[in-house]
Protein backbone atom coordinates (compact mmCIF):
# COMPACT_ATOMS: atom_id res chain seq x y z
CA UNK A 1 0.00 0.00 0.00
CA UNK A 2 1.33 3.04 -0.98
CA UNK A 3 2.14 5.89 1.69
CA UNK A 4 2.21 9.92 1.64
CA UNK A 5 5.43 9.09 3.89
CA UNK A 6 7.07 8.23 0.81
CA UNK A 7 6.11 10.30 -1.70
CA UNK A 8 6.69 13.63 0.37
CA UNK A 9 10.30 11.66 1.24
CA UNK A 10 10.63 11.55 -2.50
CA UNK A 11 9.69 14.80 -2.70
CA UNK A 12 12.16 16.42 -0.52
CA UNK A 13 14.82 14.22 -2.00
CA UNK A 14 14.33 16.40 -5.51
CA UNK A 15 14.47 19.55 -3.56
CA UNK A 16 17.55 18.78 -2.27
CA UNK A 17 19.11 17.38 -5.67
CA UNK A 18 17.60 20.98 -7.10
CA UNK A 19 19.01 23.14 -4.54
CA UNK A 20 22.51 21.46 -5.20
CA UNK A 21 21.93 21.92 -9.00
CA UNK A 22 21.14 25.64 -8.34
CA UNK A 23 23.81 26.11 -5.84
CA UNK A 24 26.31 25.24 -8.11
CA UNK A 25 24.97 27.89 -11.15
CA UNK A 26 24.82 30.44 -8.44
CA UNK A 27 28.62 29.51 -7.21
CA UNK A 28 30.02 30.82 -10.60
CA UNK A 29 27.85 33.85 -10.75
CA UNK A 30 28.95 34.54 -7.11
CA UNK A 31 32.52 34.20 -8.30
CA UNK A 32 31.92 36.12 -10.98
CA UNK A 33 30.75 38.57 -9.02
CA UNK A 34 32.79 38.79 -6.15
CA UNK A 35 36.13 38.97 -8.35
CA UNK A 36 34.59 41.95 -10.03
CA UNK A 37 34.26 43.46 -6.34
CA UNK A 38 37.49 42.58 -5.88
CA UNK A 39 39.02 43.76 -8.88
CA UNK A 40 37.17 47.09 -8.74
CA UNK A 41 39.07 47.55 -5.16
CA UNK A 42 42.16 46.81 -6.35
CA UNK A 43 42.16 49.98 -8.77
CA UNK A 44 40.82 52.00 -6.63
CA UNK A 45 43.34 51.12 -3.67
CA UNK A 46 46.68 50.54 -5.89
CA UNK A 47 45.10 54.36 -7.94
CA UNK A 48 44.86 56.04 -4.19
CA UNK A 49 48.00 54.10 -3.04
CA UNK A 50 46.05 51.95 -0.70
CA UNK A 51 47.22 48.37 -2.20
CA UNK A 52 50.33 46.76 -2.23
CA UNK A 53 51.26 44.07 -5.25
CA UNK A 54 50.59 41.11 -3.26
CA UNK A 55 47.39 42.47 -1.58
CA UNK A 56 46.00 42.46 -4.85
CA UNK A 57 45.88 39.04 -5.81
CA UNK A 58 44.82 38.24 -1.63
CA UNK A 59 41.80 40.73 -2.14
CA UNK A 60 41.16 39.31 -5.86
CA UNK A 61 41.04 35.82 -4.62
CA UNK A 62 39.61 36.27 -1.31
CA UNK A 63 36.79 38.34 -2.92
CA UNK A 64 35.92 35.66 -5.87
CA UNK A 65 36.27 32.88 -3.17
CA UNK A 66 34.04 34.66 -0.77
CA UNK A 67 31.14 35.72 -3.53
CA UNK A 68 31.17 31.83 -4.52
CA UNK A 69 30.93 30.74 -1.15
CA UNK A 70 27.87 33.32 -0.18
CA UNK A 71 26.28 32.53 -3.57
CA UNK A 72 26.29 28.43 -2.49
CA UNK A 73 25.12 28.66 0.77
CA UNK A 74 22.33 31.29 -0.76
CA UNK A 75 21.58 28.90 -2.91
CA UNK A 76 21.42 25.53 -0.97
CA UNK A 77 20.12 26.66 1.94
CA UNK A 78 16.67 28.48 0.67
CA UNK A 79 14.37 26.12 0.83
CA UNK A 80 10.61 26.34 -0.80
CA UNK A 81 7.29 24.29 1.34
CA UNK A 82 6.89 20.83 0.39
CA UNK A 83 3.69 21.26 -1.28
CA UNK A 84 5.35 24.30 -3.49
CA UNK A 85 7.68 22.22 -4.65
CA UNK A 86 5.37 19.22 -5.91
CA UNK A 87 3.97 21.62 -7.40
CA UNK A 88 7.20 22.95 -9.20
CA UNK A 89 7.86 19.13 -9.99
CA UNK A 90 4.59 18.58 -11.89
CA UNK A 91 5.52 21.21 -14.15
CA UNK A 92 9.20 20.49 -15.14
CA UNK A 93 8.60 16.48 -14.65
CA UNK A 94 5.63 16.70 -16.34
CA UNK A 95 3.55 14.52 -13.65
CA UNK A 96 0.41 16.30 -14.45
CA UNK A 97 -0.44 17.59 -11.34
CA UNK A 98 -0.24 14.26 -9.24
CA UNK A 99 2.18 15.02 -7.06
CA UNK A 100 0.68 17.64 -5.56
CA UNK A 101 -2.46 16.72 -5.74
CA UNK A 102 -1.80 13.80 -3.58
CA UNK A 103 0.09 15.54 -0.95
CA UNK A 104 -3.41 18.38 -0.73
CA UNK A 105 -5.45 14.84 -0.18
CA UNK A 106 -3.11 13.99 2.35
CA UNK A 107 -3.22 17.73 4.16
CA UNK A 108 -6.71 18.07 3.36
CA UNK A 109 -9.22 18.36 6.31
CA UNK A 110 -11.84 16.98 4.05
CA UNK A 111 -13.27 13.64 4.33
CA UNK A 112 -12.61 11.53 1.37
CA UNK A 113 -13.40 7.97 0.48
CA UNK A 114 -10.13 6.03 1.48
CA UNK A 115 -9.81 4.24 -1.07
CA UNK A 116 -9.78 7.16 -3.98
CA UNK A 117 -6.96 8.56 -2.07
CA UNK A 118 -5.10 5.17 -1.68
CA UNK A 119 -5.74 5.35 -5.51
CA UNK A 120 -4.61 8.78 -6.14
CA UNK A 121 -1.05 7.80 -4.11
CA UNK A 122 -0.34 4.94 -6.06
CA UNK A 123 -0.57 6.81 -9.34
CA UNK A 124 1.54 9.65 -7.73
CA UNK A 125 4.21 7.46 -6.45
CA UNK A 126 4.47 5.08 -9.22
CA UNK A 127 4.90 8.18 -11.84
CA UNK A 128 7.25 9.78 -9.38
CA UNK A 129 9.52 6.93 -9.08
CA UNK A 130 9.87 6.51 -12.73
CA UNK A 131 11.27 10.42 -12.83
CA UNK A 132 15.36 11.04 -13.20
CA UNK A 133 15.17 14.19 -11.75
CA UNK A 134 18.58 15.45 -13.76
CA UNK A 135 17.48 14.93 -17.01
CA UNK A 136 14.89 17.57 -16.04
CA UNK A 137 17.16 20.21 -14.28
CA UNK A 138 18.39 23.15 -16.59
CA UNK A 139 21.53 22.92 -17.87
CA UNK A 140 24.24 25.09 -15.84
CA UNK A 141 25.19 27.91 -17.64
CA UNK A 142 28.90 28.39 -16.84
CA UNK A 143 30.24 29.77 -20.11
CA UNK A 144 29.07 33.95 -19.27
CA UNK A 145 30.84 33.46 -15.99
CA UNK A 146 34.02 31.65 -17.09
CA UNK A 147 34.80 34.32 -19.57
CA UNK A 148 34.42 37.82 -17.28
CA UNK A 149 36.65 35.39 -14.90
CA UNK A 150 39.24 35.10 -17.53
CA UNK A 151 38.38 38.70 -18.54
CA UNK A 152 39.06 39.93 -15.13
CA UNK A 153 42.14 37.87 -14.50
CA UNK A 154 43.52 39.19 -17.66
CA UNK A 155 43.17 42.72 -15.63
CA UNK A 156 44.37 41.69 -12.46
CA UNK A 157 47.59 40.48 -14.22
CA UNK A 158 48.05 43.49 -16.15
CA UNK A 159 47.91 45.49 -12.63
CA UNK A 160 50.32 43.00 -11.08
CA UNK A 161 52.92 43.52 -13.83
CA UNK A 162 52.00 47.23 -15.17
CA UNK A 163 50.78 49.03 -11.74
CA UNK A 164 54.70 49.14 -9.97
CA UNK A 165 54.95 52.88 -9.72
CA UNK A 166 51.44 52.36 -7.84
CA UNK A 167 52.62 49.57 -5.50
CA UNK A 168 55.42 52.29 -4.70
CA UNK A 169 53.49 55.20 -3.76
CA UNK A 170 51.03 52.37 -1.48
CA UNK A 171 54.43 50.97 0.24
CA UNK A 172 55.84 54.77 0.68
CA UNK A 173 52.15 55.61 2.04
CA UNK A 174 51.67 52.13 4.11
CA UNK A 175 55.58 53.62 5.65
CA UNK A 176 54.19 56.70 6.45
CA UNK A 177 50.61 55.54 8.55
CA UNK A 178 53.51 53.19 10.38
CA UNK A 179 55.58 55.85 11.05
CA UNK A 180 52.49 58.26 12.35
CA UNK A 181 50.54 55.11 14.34
CA UNK A 182 54.46 54.77 15.38
CA UNK A 183 54.39 58.09 16.81
CA UNK A 184 50.83 58.20 17.72
CA UNK A 185 52.17 55.66 20.73
CA UNK A 186 55.26 57.67 21.53
CA UNK A 187 53.19 61.05 22.11
CA UNK A 188 50.60 59.07 24.19
CA UNK A 189 52.98 57.44 26.41
CA UNK A 190 54.79 60.91 26.49
CA UNK A 191 51.34 62.19 27.71
CA UNK A 192 50.78 59.22 30.23
CA UNK A 193 54.22 60.12 31.49
CA UNK A 194 53.40 63.89 32.33
CA UNK A 195 49.95 62.99 33.95
CA UNK A 196 51.98 60.56 36.53
CA UNK A 197 53.91 63.06 37.31
CA UNK A 198 53.47 63.91 40.68
CA UNK A 199 55.67 66.64 41.26
CA UNK A 200 53.47 68.90 38.97
CA UNK A 201 50.68 70.33 40.10
CA UNK A 202 47.30 70.02 38.33
CA UNK A 203 47.32 73.36 36.52
CA UNK A 204 50.60 72.55 35.33
CA UNK A 205 49.97 68.66 34.13
CA UNK A 206 46.91 70.12 31.97
CA UNK A 207 49.02 72.79 30.36
CA UNK A 208 51.62 70.42 29.24
CA UNK A 209 49.62 67.88 28.20
CA UNK A 210 47.11 70.48 26.21
CA UNK A 211 50.18 70.70 23.19
CA UNK A 212 50.15 66.81 22.78
CA UNK A 213 46.50 66.72 22.92
CA UNK A 214 46.71 68.69 19.92
CA UNK A 215 49.15 67.03 17.85
CA UNK A 216 47.64 63.19 18.79
CA UNK A 217 44.30 64.70 17.51
CA UNK A 218 46.18 65.95 14.30
CA UNK A 219 48.38 62.85 14.08
CA UNK A 220 45.22 60.63 13.73
CA UNK A 221 43.89 62.65 10.60
CA UNK A 222 47.51 63.05 9.08
CA UNK A 223 48.04 61.61 5.82
CA UNK A 224 51.44 63.04 5.29
CA UNK A 225 54.96 62.99 7.09
CA UNK A 226 54.95 66.82 6.05
CA UNK A 227 51.68 67.07 7.92
CA UNK A 228 52.79 64.98 11.14
CA UNK A 229 56.01 66.85 11.38
CA UNK A 230 54.50 69.80 11.09
CA UNK A 231 52.02 68.93 14.12
CA UNK A 232 54.99 67.72 16.01
CA UNK A 233 56.85 70.94 15.78
CA UNK A 234 53.61 73.22 16.56
CA UNK A 235 53.28 70.61 19.73
CA UNK A 236 57.01 71.66 20.58
CA UNK A 237 57.19 75.08 20.30
CA UNK A 238 54.51 75.03 22.75
CA UNK A 239 56.46 73.27 25.10
CA UNK A 240 58.54 75.37 24.54
CA UNK A 241 56.62 78.52 25.07
CA UNK A 242 56.23 76.78 28.75
CA UNK A 243 59.59 77.03 29.51
CA UNK A 244 60.55 79.10 31.95
CA UNK A 245 63.91 80.40 31.07
CA UNK A 246 64.30 82.06 34.65
CA UNK A 247 63.84 79.24 36.15
CA UNK A 248 67.31 77.96 35.43
CA UNK A 249 69.17 80.92 36.35
CA UNK A 250 67.13 80.82 39.65
CA UNK A 251 67.90 77.63 40.07
CA UNK A 252 71.61 77.77 39.48
CA UNK A 253 71.63 80.57 41.33
CA UNK A 254 70.27 79.18 44.65
CA UNK A 255 72.85 76.48 43.82
CA UNK A 256 75.55 78.91 44.05
CA UNK A 257 74.80 80.94 46.72
CA UNK A 258 74.46 77.57 48.47
CA UNK A 259 77.80 76.66 47.38
CA UNK A 260 79.67 79.67 48.96
CA UNK A 261 77.31 79.95 52.44
CA UNK A 262 78.43 75.95 53.18
CA UNK A 263 82.51 77.43 53.26
CA UNK A 264 81.15 79.55 55.63
CA UNK A 265 79.72 77.81 58.23
CA UNK A 266 77.12 79.05 60.63
CA UNK A 267 75.00 76.84 63.23
CA UNK A 268 71.46 78.19 62.11
CA UNK A 269 72.08 77.82 58.52
CA UNK A 270 74.08 75.05 57.65
CA UNK A 271 71.48 72.82 56.64
CA UNK A 272 69.70 75.36 54.90
CA UNK A 273 73.13 76.20 52.43
CA UNK A 274 73.61 72.45 52.02
CA UNK A 275 70.44 72.03 51.03
CA UNK A 276 70.95 74.97 48.45
CA UNK A 277 74.07 73.14 47.44
CA UNK A 278 72.36 70.01 46.67
CA UNK A 279 69.61 71.45 44.71
CA UNK A 280 66.97 70.54 47.05
CA UNK A 281 64.86 73.24 47.15
CA UNK A 282 61.78 71.65 48.87
CA UNK A 283 64.33 70.70 51.49
CA UNK A 284 65.57 74.22 52.04
CA UNK A 285 62.18 75.44 52.28
CA UNK A 286 61.96 73.16 55.26
CA UNK A 287 64.80 73.89 56.75
CA UNK A 288 63.43 77.44 57.14
CA UNK A 289 60.33 76.52 58.88
CA UNK A 290 62.49 74.63 60.98
CA UNK A 291 64.14 77.69 62.58
CA UNK A 292 62.44 79.38 65.39
CA UNK A 293 63.63 82.44 66.06
CA UNK A 294 61.94 82.85 69.61
CA UNK A 295 63.86 80.13 71.27
CA UNK A 296 67.31 81.72 70.44
CA UNK A 297 69.81 83.54 72.59
CA UNK A 298 71.07 87.10 71.35
CA UNK A 299 74.14 85.89 70.25
CA UNK A 300 72.35 83.61 67.73
CA UNK A 301 69.77 85.93 66.84
CA UNK A 302 73.07 88.17 65.81
CA UNK A 303 74.76 85.09 63.97
CA UNK A 304 71.41 84.43 61.94
CA UNK A 305 70.41 87.16 61.02
CA UNK A 306 74.22 88.41 59.65
CA UNK A 307 73.69 85.15 57.99
CA UNK A 308 70.66 85.84 56.10
CA UNK A 309 71.73 89.08 54.97
CA UNK A 310 74.79 87.15 53.59
CA UNK A 311 72.30 85.48 52.17
CA UNK A 312 70.10 87.61 50.53
CA UNK A 313 73.21 89.85 49.39
CA UNK A 314 74.08 86.66 47.38
CA UNK A 315 70.83 85.72 45.94
CA UNK A 316 69.92 89.76 45.18
CA UNK A 317 71.18 89.40 41.42
CA UNK A 318 69.52 86.40 40.72
CA UNK A 319 66.63 85.97 43.25
CA UNK A 320 64.96 89.25 44.49
CA UNK A 321 62.07 88.62 45.59
CA UNK A 322 63.53 85.59 47.92
CA UNK A 323 66.43 87.88 48.89
CA UNK A 324 64.01 90.64 49.90
CA UNK A 325 62.57 88.24 52.42
CA UNK A 326 65.74 86.86 54.08
CA UNK A 327 66.73 89.87 54.38
CA UNK A 328 63.30 91.07 55.96
CA UNK A 329 63.91 88.46 58.18
CA UNK A 330 67.06 89.58 59.20
CA UNK A 331 65.91 93.20 60.00
CA UNK A 332 63.42 91.55 62.18
CA UNK A 333 65.97 89.87 64.00
CA UNK A 334 68.16 92.43 64.23
CA UNK A 335 65.07 94.41 65.74
CA UNK A 336 64.03 91.19 68.28
CA UNK A 337 61.10 90.99 66.36
CA UNK A 338 60.49 87.11 66.80
CA UNK A 339 56.95 87.15 65.28
CA UNK A 340 57.43 89.06 62.20
CA UNK A 341 60.97 86.96 61.42
CA UNK A 342 59.52 83.78 61.85
CA UNK A 343 56.31 85.29 59.01
CA UNK A 344 59.18 86.39 56.84
CA UNK A 345 61.32 83.03 56.91
CA UNK A 346 57.17 81.17 56.12
CA UNK A 347 57.11 83.59 53.09
CA UNK A 348 61.16 82.49 51.93
CA UNK A 349 60.08 79.07 52.36
CA UNK A 350 57.20 79.19 49.96
CA UNK A 351 59.01 81.41 47.52
CA UNK A 352 61.28 78.47 47.42
CA UNK A 353 58.83 75.97 46.85
CA UNK A 354 56.76 78.10 43.95
CA UNK A 355 60.69 77.94 42.57
CA UNK A 356 60.68 74.32 42.57
CA UNK A 357 57.10 74.17 41.35
CA UNK A 358 58.47 76.04 38.49
CA UNK A 359 62.06 74.60 37.81
CA UNK A 360 60.23 71.25 37.71
CA UNK A 361 57.53 72.88 34.88
CA UNK A 362 60.35 74.02 32.93
CA UNK A 363 61.72 70.66 32.91
CA UNK A 364 59.22 68.09 32.28
CA UNK A 365 58.67 71.17 29.67
CA UNK A 366 62.22 71.01 27.96
CA UNK A 367 61.77 67.12 28.46
CA UNK A 368 58.79 67.02 26.41
CA UNK A 369 59.81 69.03 23.43
CA UNK A 370 63.31 67.45 23.50
CA UNK A 371 61.66 63.90 23.00
CA UNK A 372 59.30 65.67 20.33
CA UNK A 373 62.38 67.30 18.59
CA UNK A 374 63.90 63.07 18.63
CA UNK A 375 60.55 62.00 17.44
CA UNK A 376 60.23 64.75 14.52
CA UNK A 377 64.21 63.62 13.42
CA UNK A 378 63.26 59.68 12.84
CA UNK A 379 60.35 60.86 11.32
CA UNK A 380 62.39 62.61 9.08
CA UNK A 381 65.10 59.88 9.16
CA UNK A 382 62.15 57.18 8.53
CA UNK A 383 61.13 58.89 5.85
CA UNK A 384 64.42 58.95 3.50
CA UNK A 385 65.08 63.01 4.60
CA UNK A 386 68.39 62.09 6.27
CA UNK A 387 69.79 62.41 2.82
CA UNK A 388 68.71 65.57 2.12
CA UNK A 389 69.86 66.50 5.53
CA UNK A 390 72.96 65.27 4.74
CA UNK A 391 73.27 67.32 1.85
CA UNK A 392 72.65 70.28 3.24
CA UNK A 393 75.03 69.96 6.22
CA UNK A 394 77.67 69.14 4.06
CA UNK A 395 76.70 72.54 2.05
CA UNK A 396 76.53 74.46 5.21
CA UNK A 397 79.63 72.83 6.79
CA UNK A 398 81.52 74.85 4.26
CA UNK A 399 80.01 77.58 3.35
CA UNK A 400 80.54 78.37 7.67
CA UNK A 401 84.40 77.96 7.19
CA UNK A 402 84.61 79.92 4.33
CA UNK A 403 82.04 82.84 5.70
CA UNK A 404 84.24 85.54 6.15
CA UNK A 405 86.47 85.27 3.03
CA UNK A 406 88.00 88.34 1.98
CA UNK A 407 88.83 89.43 -1.06
CA UNK A 408 92.89 88.84 -0.93
CA UNK A 409 92.20 85.09 0.59
CA UNK A 410 92.71 85.90 4.15
CA UNK A 411 89.54 84.86 6.56
CA UNK A 412 88.91 85.46 10.27
CA UNK A 413 89.75 83.43 13.03
CA UNK A 414 85.84 81.45 13.48
CA UNK A 415 86.51 77.85 12.89
CA UNK A 416 84.01 75.07 12.95
CA UNK A 417 84.72 71.11 13.88
CA UNK A 418 83.09 68.31 12.00
CA UNK A 419 80.39 68.46 13.66
CA UNK A 420 79.55 71.82 12.99
CA UNK A 421 80.49 73.51 16.29
CA UNK A 422 82.43 76.30 17.39
CA UNK A 423 86.35 75.03 17.30
CA UNK A 424 89.41 76.44 19.29
CA UNK A 425 89.62 79.56 17.29
CA UNK A 426 85.78 80.74 18.96
CA UNK A 427 84.23 83.89 17.56
CA UNK A 428 86.26 86.98 19.52
CA UNK A 429 88.36 87.38 16.42
CA UNK A 430 85.90 88.10 14.28
CA UNK A 431 85.33 91.57 13.50
CA UNK A 432 84.37 92.24 10.01
CA UNK A 433 82.81 90.57 6.75
CA UNK A 434 83.11 91.09 3.46
CA UNK A 435 80.53 93.17 1.92
CA UNK A 436 79.48 92.03 -1.45
CA UNK A 437 80.91 94.73 -4.63
CA UNK A 438 79.55 96.19 -7.65
CA UNK A 439 80.84 95.55 -11.13
CA UNK A 440 84.42 94.76 -11.21
CA UNK A 441 85.59 96.52 -14.38
CA UNK A 442 88.07 98.77 -13.24
CA UNK A 443 88.51 101.30 -16.17
CA UNK A 444 84.78 102.57 -15.68
CA UNK A 445 84.69 105.89 -13.91
CA UNK A 446 81.11 105.94 -13.83
CA UNK A 447 78.03 103.98 -14.77
CA UNK A 448 74.95 104.97 -15.99
CA UNK A 449 71.55 103.34 -17.42
CA UNK A 450 71.15 102.52 -21.09
CA UNK A 451 69.07 104.38 -22.68
CA UNK A 452 65.92 102.70 -24.09
CA UNK A 453 65.57 104.69 -27.55
CA UNK A 454 62.05 105.84 -26.62
CA UNK A 455 61.28 108.65 -27.03
CA UNK A 456 61.31 110.89 -23.93
CA UNK A 457 63.67 108.56 -22.57
CA UNK A 458 65.42 109.58 -19.05
CA UNK A 459 68.08 108.28 -17.04
CA UNK A 460 67.09 108.88 -13.59
CA UNK A 461 70.34 108.19 -11.36
CA UNK A 462 74.12 108.22 -12.04
CA UNK A 463 76.63 106.47 -9.98
CA UNK A 464 79.23 109.01 -9.86
CA UNK A 465 82.44 106.24 -9.48
CA UNK A 466 82.68 102.44 -9.50
CA UNK A 467 82.54 101.13 -5.90
CA UNK A 468 85.32 98.62 -6.47
CA UNK A 469 87.72 101.29 -6.46
CA UNK A 470 89.92 101.54 -2.75
CA UNK A 471 89.52 99.32 -0.02
CA UNK A 472 87.30 96.35 -0.25
CA UNK A 473 83.62 97.52 1.82
CA UNK A 474 83.84 95.72 5.27
CA UNK A 475 81.03 95.87 8.06
CA UNK A 476 81.71 94.23 11.69
CA UNK A 477 80.47 90.87 11.90
CA UNK A 478 78.15 90.69 14.57
CA UNK A 479 75.93 93.55 12.75
CA UNK A 480 75.45 91.64 10.29
CA UNK A 481 74.51 88.24 11.78
CA UNK A 482 71.60 89.35 13.90
CA UNK A 483 69.66 90.54 10.79
CA UNK A 484 70.50 87.37 9.25
CA UNK A 485 69.32 85.78 12.16
CA UNK A 486 66.61 87.74 11.95
CA UNK A 487 65.71 86.96 8.88
CA UNK A 488 66.09 82.80 9.32
CA UNK A 489 64.00 83.39 12.60
CA UNK A 490 61.19 85.30 10.01
CA UNK A 491 61.28 82.59 7.47
CA UNK A 492 60.90 80.22 10.10
CA UNK A 493 57.22 81.84 11.44
CA UNK A 494 56.47 81.80 7.79
CA UNK A 495 57.02 78.00 7.38
CA UNK A 496 59.04 78.93 4.15
CA UNK A 497 62.03 76.47 5.31
CA UNK A 498 61.23 72.65 5.01
CA UNK A 499 60.82 71.09 8.07
CA UNK A 500 63.57 68.66 7.71
CA UNK A 501 65.67 71.29 7.99
CA UNK A 502 64.76 73.31 10.76
CA UNK A 503 67.06 71.99 13.26
CA UNK A 504 69.87 71.83 10.86
CA UNK A 505 69.66 75.73 10.14
CA UNK A 506 69.45 76.38 13.38
CA UNK A 507 72.63 74.35 14.49
CA UNK A 508 74.16 76.18 12.13
CA UNK A 509 73.38 79.68 13.28
CA UNK A 510 74.29 78.22 16.65
CA UNK A 511 77.74 77.58 15.89
CA UNK A 512 78.15 81.36 14.17
CA UNK A 513 76.39 83.00 17.28
CA UNK A 514 78.70 85.49 18.46
Known amino acids: MASISELESLVNQWAAKLRLHQAGQRAWQGATAGMALGLGLAFYGALHARVLQIEVVVLVLSSTGAGAAFAWLAA ?29 LAHSHIVLHSGLVQRQYADALLHAQQVHPSDHFPRLRRLPSVVMLILMGVFTTMLWFYGENL ?73 QALEDGTAAANFQGLREAGELLSKNPGERLDDFAE ?21 LNPDEIEELADKLEKTAELLEPTNPELAQQLSEAAEALQ ?49 GMESSGSGEQSTSGSGAGELGQQPDG ?60 GEPSLVPYSEVFAEYEDIFRAALENGEIPLFLRQLIKEYFSALEP
Open 275 to 295: SLAQGDLLQAAQDLREIDPGT
Open 76 to 104: FYKKRPILESARHFDRIFSLKERTSTALE
Open 335 to 383: QTDAQNAEQALEQAAETLEQLNENLEMAQAAEDAAEQLDQAEQQMAENS
Open 167 to 239: FQAAEAQRAVEETIAQQIMEVEALRDEIQKNERLNAEQRQALVQPLDEALQGLEKAQSLEEALALLNEAEQQL
Open 410 to 469: QTGSLSLDENGEAGDGGTTDYEQIYAAQGPQDQSEQGLQLPESGQAGDTNLGEIGSNPTE
